[in-house]
């Protein structure tokens, strides 16, 4: 049973830094590409980065490029999100999410994953 669990969200101000983690199990992680979106209140949900089943290619949101960085361990089959210069329309439900297909490399759509966690609340203060 495929689970994917986050972690690491919080309140803090404007400017600081924040770490997520997604702990997955359940399958073979490192045969495929994550990703993480975030819903804020009213909101649709919407893509903040991805990372590739091997590691090499990253995508971002034009709103968080430059600020947040998506990695991957995949012998402690986790996921992370390194979020700096957090602002306050970063505020949401931040989801980690499994692409629905093996080996693949260009993912952003919400569509192309096929598993998510519960999610994890990033709240920024002005």
């Known amino acids: 049973q495929v689970r994917l669990v986050e972690s690491g969200g919080g309140l803090v101000q404007a400017g600081d830094s924040l770490r997520l983690s997604c702990a997955a199990s359940?399958?073979?992680?490192?045969?495929?590409?994550m990703g993480w979106f975030r819903q804020a209140p009213g909101k649709e949900r919407e893509f903040v980065a991805s990372?590739?089943?091997?590691?090499?290619?990253?995508y971002y949101a034009d709103a968080v490029k430059g600020r947040f960085t998506i990695s991957r361990d995949n012998a402690k089959s986790s996921v992370f999100l390194q979020m700096n210069i957090l602002k306050p329309e970063d505020t949401a439900l931040y989801y980690c999410?499994?692409?629905?297909?093996?080996?693949?490399?260009?993912?952003?759509?919400?569509?192309?994953?096929?598993?998510w966690g519960q999610g994890t609340q990033v709240t920024v203060s002005s």
């Open positions: 359940g399958f073979t992680l490192s045969n495929y590409a």
């Open positions: 990372i590739s089943w091997g590691g090499g290619s990253t």
């Open positions: 999410a499994a692409a629905a297909s093996v080996y693949t490399t260009v993912v952003h759509t919400i569509s192309q994953f096929g598993s």
